[in-house]
């Protein structure tokens, strides 16, 4: 694949810098009325998903679909997700922004809380949702470790024409403890997963129970809410059972993974590696980038703006 270079925005070269600044950039939220569509996707008496849809105007049937999936504590409206909706909605594609279990707009339907291997629930979302031609996954960061593992596992939907990750953490244990060799960060998605799980908890106090104390890191909230939940022995047990990295070899579908070496969050020194065990996995690993950022100096001819890695994904996906 002839893949333009990265070039980091000029005042954006670190790792940490593309980060937090993908976290501030302005995000889109416009999208034409007539092509809004919301799917419900009912999982089971206590879970239903909420997809929001955009579908071409004319001949969406004729059109191929786009699913997308965010990544830890994100949902339907996280910026990447608007972002490249619009991108493929003006790309002609059919485009669908899921929200995972007690995220977003699934939190007051969904009595249990998602996690990092629960693919069966895109798997429903995307037999739910395509109404065109053929599908192609877009999976973010943790989203991206789950679409993974549904691949590997051998259970995408036989429309699936290709997918893609963008900063997949491959290995969930080591992504763990990467996180907690950067305090800053840790804290942060800390934060955010007490107070999200306080918010669903006032509404499904049956299902979320009561913390006798705060979570120390994000294993003893793992530990003390996620196993609990769905029977899994222990952390350990929890991240080797949901990581997608024991399952990349059996990746049959043309996919293109993403990462940036300089992603302060996930510990890529061997992706590499874990990616090559399949012939089908295609890897854009640029020196810089960040987390889900890859905010670009601009001066790619081809990019309809900075953000590199979302032109890389539509030009992968256009030769299929």
Not at 43 to 62: F, G, K, R, Y
Not at 124 to 139: E, H, N, S, Y
Not at 252 to 274: F, G, R
């Amino acid at each position: 694949m002839n893949t333009p270079t990265f070039q980091p925005h000029p005042l954006l070269k670190g790792g940490n810098a593309q980060t937090i600044a993908a976290v501030w950039w302005p995000a889109t939220r416009f999208f034409p009325k007539h092509t809004k569509k919301t799917f419900r996707t009912v999982v089971d008496a206590e879970n239903t998903l909420i997809t929001h849809s955009h579908l071409q105007p004319q001949n969406s049937s004729e059109c191929d679909d786009i699913l997308l999936v965010h990544g830890f504590e994100g949902s339907s409206v996280s910026k990447y997700m608007l972002r490249m909706a619009k991108k493929s909605l003006q790309r002609k594609y059919n485009v669908h922004r899921m929200n995972l279990r007690s995220c977003g707009d699934s939190m007051r339907l969904c009595a249990l809380p998602y996690h990092a291997g629960l693919w069966s629930d895109v798997l429903k979302v995307a037999q739910d949702v395509q109404v065109g031609k053929r599908l192609f996954i877009i999976g973010y960061s943790l989203g991206g470790n789950i679409t993974l593992k549904m691949a590997g596992e051998k259970k995408l939907p036989e429309s699936v024409a290709a997918i893609a990750s963008v900063c997949a953490p491959l290995d969930l244990q080591k992504t763990l403890d990467r996180l907690i060799e950067r305090p800053l960060y840790h804290k942060k998605f800390l934060g955010y997963i007490c107070k999200n799980y306080e918010r669903k908890r006032r509404i499904h106090p049956h299902t979320f129970p009561r913390l006798d104390a705060a979570p120390r890191s994000l294993v003893d909230f793992d530990e003390k809410v996620i196993c609990r939940i769905y029977g899994f022995k222990g952390s350990q047990d929890y991240y080797t059972q949901s990581s997608c990295k024991d399952v990349l070899s059996e990746i049959e579908v043309p996919t293109l993974a993403i990462y940036a070496k300089d992603d302060p969050i996930i510990p890529c020194e061997n992706y590499d590696d874990l990616l090559q065990q399949s012939e089908n996995i295609e890897i854009l690993a640029p020196s810089h980038g960040g987390h889900v950022a890859f905010i670009g100096d601009g001066k790619v001819a081809e990019d309809s703006d900075r953000f590199w890695a979302d032109e890389r994904i539509f030009s992968f996906f256009s030769r299929f």
